[in-house]
């Protein structure tokens, strides 16, 4: 079946450094690959995707690379912000399908 | 616009009570999901609906468990005899399309119904 594993433990990290969250994952066929992210007291957002192999998704300064061969899809940021705070989630969806499947999620703080 | 709308934002109720829990999509998305998020854990899927038809209900947990979207619109997820296991977060979401693959459409979420069983 689909699953994604993400890195175990919170984050917290210092306000401009450098952001890295490990996410990989088991799917059948090519599946689509997202990052949403939980803002506190809010809802889901989709924060990037890539849908094929080698695409990367970007969007506010985060990036991450749908690598096939390592079934990676890593977020980072180069410099964070106190806003980045948030739970942040590795998610799929696989051909012929229309659930998502998501990871654990990490909690990220930012401290100034 | 309006986005995904749940409600109640917060129910508690005592093991054995039926509760009823409401999910408004986005005006004129085709798609309405439910998930259930445990805490400390990422969203689990439940069901999914395209329009009035129930297509997948394979993450429904067990036979106490129902949703009905009888006009293809608002939603309710309906759980019966409720277990403290079934404490969670119920997350709704919309899209705007359907299809195989699911890429294309982006699921947008509601900020969920806090169900605590006691």
């Known amino acids: 079946g689909n699953s994604v594993t993400q890195m175990e433990g919170p984050v917290t990290l210092s306000e401009e450094a450098f952001l890295t969250i490990n996410c990989t994952y088991t799917?059948?066929?090519?599946?689509?690959l997202f990052w949403y992210v939980q803002y506190p007291g809010e809802g889901l957002q989709l924060l990037l995707k890539?849908?094929?192999?080698?695409d990367k998704g970007s969007n506010k300064g985060f990036e991450a690379t749908y690598r096939k061969e390592t079934t990676s899809f890593h977020l980072e940021k180069g410099s964070v912000q106190v806003s980045d705070s948030a739970v942040y989630f590795c998610a799929l969806i696989s051909s012929g399908n229309n659930r998502l499947a998501f990871g654990k999620g990490n909690q990220v703080v930012v401290i100034p | 616009g309006a986005g995904v709308s749940q409600s109640p934002r917060y129910k508690v109720a005592k093991r054995g009570q039926d509760v009823a829990l409401r999910c408004d999509p986005i005006?004129?998305?085709?798609?309405l999901f439910w998930y259930q998020q445990a805490l400390g854990q990422g969203p689990e899927f439940l069901t999914y609906f395209q329009n009035e038809a129930q297509l997948d209900k394979s993450g429904l947990p067990s036979d106490r468990f129902f949703a009905e979207r009888p006009e293809g619109s608002v939603s309710t997820l309906k759980i019966q005899r409720t277990q403290q296991e079934d404490s969670a977060v119920y997350l709704c979401a919309s899209s705007l399309g359907s299809g195989g693959r699911g890429s294309t459409y982006e699921q947008y979420f509601g900020p969920g119904t806090r169900l605590t069983v006691t």
């Open positions: 890539a849908t094929k192999a080698d």
């Open positions: 005006s004129g998305h085709v798609s």
């Open positions: 799917a059948t066929g090519y599946p689509s």
